[in-house]
């Protein structure tokens, strides 16, 4: 297929349908109404200025491609995202590593499998000491590196007896932690928002932390707190530093005011929002801004945020300057009130959050480089989250180590549309109880169901199968896995995408050939 602004039209409409596909045609009248150049008008703009460019990337929390207005959501707006994306490019094959965010982030921290970490992680630091990252190589070339936002890659050195957060002293200077993966300034929360420590952190120190009120973590196995996974307590100015419906606001602050202190030096930023992950919980300016209750208008004040820091870009002209990458670490989870008032946070892949099947890795992907990236266009090949580290080094013409992202890919001329010939051919996905492997259109799945929430009764806390009224072959209308189902799953997304049905006993030989692939592939 040709990379072009038809294209998109035409794929959105065999997506989600007509209606919705209009919201992003990519058409020059969409993008005259929207005050967005034209590709001439931008290459004329963004004409070499004979600085390394910097890099923006920016990581919504759980944000599936149905939450995205220009993936062609029906019942929430972005107009930032989809500005980033008008600009540039917009991917619709783009996939993390994981479906959830600790080894989706590591991917794209460090260019590689998770699989790859030799230890059964325990809260500690994934990045080892001495190895690349992408924030060290740009730091290692001049660069100006923050991280801003959620973390959630670990606090620590490794031991097998170690507690997780608790062994951890939140009371003192923190130990190896996001400095050490090739940041000079971090600000935000370390770990998820629904997780203890329920507080901000500054580089190496909790924020607001007073001598005289310790913070202190209970664990999950005493006391699993609202969301299972324990409470911290005490810290009390600690803890009101960081109100849950103001997080974003406040961390978008810190980057906003990281650009203005290093714009006059290339920098390299990892803005990690915390929305639409639960709890969700949109300040008081955004509640009712959407007709979808507080998800929606979670979502619309993420975009809020996006929107802040792309306009102080343009105050200090540094538009032309800039690659804005804005994407998801993974597919959506699904909410019972907001599914049943019809948002598919997921659109109509298979699956959600913590699945490999495509709606948990699946995930919304724009790309802005005025005068490098033609606006308004599709890229369709394979992208995955991994391939950031060698794309955005290659942009910057900076010379990795040879270690650096061993299973990154540079996607360069893929992502400026000088070639629509797939880079990658392959992808390694992960669920929370099991992997799929991406061969060219072909999807292979070693065992039965989701590999995650949606075919695991156990996992109550989550809507399953039948309640979701998901299609596949394999399952019978009460989302039951049939007697007679074959023991592993085999799709072929260009003719089934949304993996209805499971072909493995009509290619026996394609499946034999995948499985052979997959167990290569996941003995990294």
């Not at 010939?421 to 492997?437: C, D, S, V, W």
Request: net charge negative; charged share 25%; proline share 7%.
């Amino acid at each position: 297929m040709r990379t072009d602004r038809i294209n998109r039209r035409g794929l959105l409409k065999m997506m989600m349908g007509t209606s919705a596909a209009v919201m992003f045609s990519g058409s020059s009248a969409l993008t005259n109404a929207m005050g967005i150049k034209s590709d001439t008008e931008i290459a004329a703009a963004g004409a070499d200025t004979g600085r390394k460019p910097n890099v923006l990337l920016i990581i919504a929390d759980d944000l599936g491609v149905g939450d995205v207005s220009c993936y062609g959501s029906e019942m929430i707006t972005t107009p930032n995202v989809d500005r980033i994306a008008a600009e540039g490019i917009l991917a619709t094959d783009a996939h993390s590593t994981a479906a959830v965010c600790t080894p989706s982030r590591y991917s794209i921290l460090t260019g590689e499998y998770y699989h790859r970490y030799p230890y059964n992680w325990n809260g500690e630091s994934l990045v080892r000491p001495g190895q690349p990252t992408i924030a060290s190589v740009f730091r290692d070339n001049g660069y100006a590196t923050g991280y801003f936002g959620k973390v959630h890659t670990g606090w620590g050195e490794h031991s097998e007896d170690r507690k997780h957060r608790q062994d951890i002293d939140w009371n003192k200077e923190l130990p190896r932690g996001v400095l050490e993966m090739g940041f000079d300034s971090y600000f935000g929360t370390p770990f998820t928002h629904n997780e203890p420590p329920f507080v901000f952190v500054k580089d190496r120190h909790v924020v607001g932390l007073e001598p005289d009120d310790p913070l202190e973590i209970v664990p999950k196995e005493i006391e699993r707190g609202p969301w299972g996974w324990g409470i911290s307590k005490g810290a009390k100015a600690a803890h009101e530093a960081r109100p849950v419906d103001m997080i974003d606001p406040i961390v978008t602050q810190h980057t906003v005011d990281f650009i203005r202190a290093n714009s006059e030096k290339p920098f390299f930023i990892n803005f990690a929002l915390v929305a639409p992950h639960v709890p969700v919980a949109p300040s008081d300016e955004f509640k009712g801004k959407t007709e979808l209750g507080h998800y929606g208008d979670f979502v619309t004040q993420m975009d809020a945020c996006v929107g802040r820091v792309l306009r102080t870009l343009e105050e200090l002209d540094l538009v032309n300057d800039t690659i804005v990458i804005f994407t998801s670490d993974n597919g959506a989870i699904y909410h019972p009130r907001e599914y049943k008032m019809g948002h598919r946070a997921n659109l109509n892949w298979l699956g959600q959050k913590t699945d490999a099947w495509e709606g948990g890795v699946r995930i919304p992907f724009v790309m802005r480089w005025p005068g490098k990236i033609p606006a308004g266009k599709t890229v369709e090949p394979l992208v995955s989250l991994m391939d950031i580290p060698k794309t955005v080094w290659a942009a910057a013409n900076i010379d990795a180590p040879e270690d650096a992202a061993p299973d990154s890919i540079n996607q360069l001329d893929v992502l400026t549309c000088k070639t629509n010939k797939p880079a990658r051919h392959e992808l390694f996905m992960i669920g929370i109880t099991g992997q799929a492997l991406r061969s060219g259109d072909w999807v292979y799945i070693p065992k039965p169901g989701s590999q995650g929430v949606t075919t695991d009764p156990r996992m109550d806390w989550a809507m399953q199968m039948a309640e979701l009224g998901l299609v596949n072959s394999d399952y019978d209308e009460e989302g039951n896995l049939k007697p007679d189902a074959p023991k592993a799953q085999l799709y072929n997304l260009k003719n089934d995408p949304s993996q209805s049905v499971n072909v493995i006993e009509k290619y026996p030989d394609i499946a034999a050939k995948l499985d052979a692939r997959f167990k290569e592939v996941s003995k990294r």
